[in-house]
Structure formats: structure tokens, C-alpha cells
């Protein structure tokens, strides 16, 4: 069984999180800043997943984005595959 790394929040990061979540901003964006103030709780990916009716392979990548950069890393939209090109 793998264990998700702690996340630990600075004040500024938690009230970020909070506004993105409570306000709104987008649907995608307050999933992201709610799964990642339930990590800080110290839930862990499958808890947060059910919770949030999201899979835990999402969870764990927005806990990953943001361990690498923050709140920099939930705030864009995570790469996805290469674009199709039509001829």
C-alpha cells in the first residue's frame, strides 16, 4: 500500500484554497482546492476520492501538482495527451 506524502499548508496557501473553493471560481478548481484542504486534514487519496466522488488517480495527481509547485501546480489545468492532428 502506498502512503501519500503530508502536505503541510502555510496560512496564505489555506486562505487561497478556501476562497477558490468557496467561491467558485470553477467547478474544476474548487475540487482541487477541496481535495488538497482534505489532504492537509491528513485524509487520504481514497477518503478524499469518495468524498469528492472523484478517483483517487485524480486525487493523487492535484496532491502531486501541488507538492511539486504549489498552489501554482492545481491553479492550471494539467497537460493532456498529444493533440490529434487532421490532414
Sequence with gaps: MNIAPAIH?????RIRLLVWKRLGVSVRLALR????????EGKTNQQIAH??????????LW???FL??????????APR???????
Excluded at 9 to 13: I, N, P, R, V
Excluded at 68 to 77: H, T, V
Excluded at 81 to 87: A, D, L
Design 9 to 13: 499548508l502555510t496560512e496564505q496557501e
Design 33 to 40: 482546492a477541496e481535495s488538497i484542504l482534505l489532504a492537509a
Design 51 to 60: 468524498q469528492l466522488g472523484a478517483s483517487p488517480k485524480t486525487v493523487s
Design 63 to 65: 496532491r502531486r501538482r
Design 68 to 77: 511539486q509547485n504549489r498552489l501554482e501546480g492545481i491553479e492550471r489545468e
Design 81 to 87: 495527451g498529444k493533440p490529434i492532428r487532421s490532414n
